[in-house]
């Protein structure tokens, strides 16, 4: 089976740094995979490369088969992925309802639109309550809540998300990570990149650890969680 995402020996830089050495990955259609690696390891790189921000000085991205790493990123959501940047880029003086329709830009029918927005909403109940808020009044776990939405307004079929847990409490935590397990139960493929490594193995199917621009190591997330290296480095155990 050609796998949905798969990274073939990776190389990117940034101007004359190079920050991901041969990063080969793959993610199958339906799954949940983690990347997890320490900070300035290169796993927001490896997000930016793949939805086409970046693009690598040698190596391929393929989707579902397909070469994009020549692609523009519009061209590769219209494709059907859809990135949660860590820095979220809501417009917080425009309204939750808003934000989401702008997350839709690549379907034009307004029926189609209404339709996911009504869908999301099932699935977000908080986010439909607080429809005409403005996004910027939002608190820190409801703003994750609303980027994830709107990364989904596009019916993706792979999503790339970057740190959802960053600066949230554990509770809210756990609330992101269900919104995700949820998306991955109705038949979103994910990409996750987390430094919340235990919880993230706990939940995820698969893993990648990425060191220094390498994936050192990868496997069922119980299987890496089980990981001597693993516990030490990023679990303290
Ligand atoms: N725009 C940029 N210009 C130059 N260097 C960059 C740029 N963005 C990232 N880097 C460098 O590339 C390396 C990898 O960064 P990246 O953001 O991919 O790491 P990360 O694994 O996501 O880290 P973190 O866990 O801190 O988010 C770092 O050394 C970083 O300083
Ligand atoms: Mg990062």
């Known amino acids: 089976m050609t796998p949905m995402l798969e990274l073939k020996n990776i190389n990117a830089s940034y101007d004359f ?3 991901l050495w041969g990063v080969s990955l793959n993610v ?3 799954e949940l995979v983690a990347l997890i690696g320490p900070n300035g390891a290169g796993k927001s790189t490896t997000l930016r490369t793949i939805i086409g921000l970046i693009s690598p000085k040698s190596g391929e991205v393929l989707f579902n ?3 994009i790493n020549n692609m ?3 061209q590769i959501s219209r494709m059907g992925i859809s990135y949660v940047s860590e820095k979220l880029n809501l417009f917080t003086a425009m309204s939750v309802q808003e934000n989401l329709i702008l997350g839709a830009f690549a379907i034009r029918d307004k029926e189609k639109q209404l339709a996911t927005l009504a869908y999301i909403f099932e699935l977000f109940p908080r986010l439909e309550e607080r429809k005409n808020q403005l996004a910027g009044t939002m608190s820190g776990g409801e703003r994750k809540m609303l980027a994830i939405a709107r990364g989904m307004m596009s019916m993706p079929q792979l999503m790339l998300v970057d740190e959802p847990s960053l600066g949230l409490q554990p509770n809210l935590t756990r609330n992101v990570f269900d ?3 949820q998306l991955r139960d109705r038949g979103v493929t994910i990409l996750l990149v987390e430094q919340n490594v235990n ?3 706990n939940f995820t199917d698969r893993a990648y650890i990425l060191e220094q ?6 496997g069922p997330s119980k299987e890496i969680k089980a990981n001597k290296h693993v516990r030490n480095a990023y679990m303290g155990i």
Do not use: E, F, R
């Open 17 to 19: 740094l190079q920050v």
């Open 28 to 30: 199958d259609k339906g």
């Open 65 to 67: 088969g397909k070469i």
């Open 72 to 74: 523009p990123v519009y």
């Open 179 to 181: 919104a995700l397990l």
């Open 199 to 201: 919880a993230t193995l």
């Open 213 to 218: 621009g390498k994936t050192v190591m990868s």
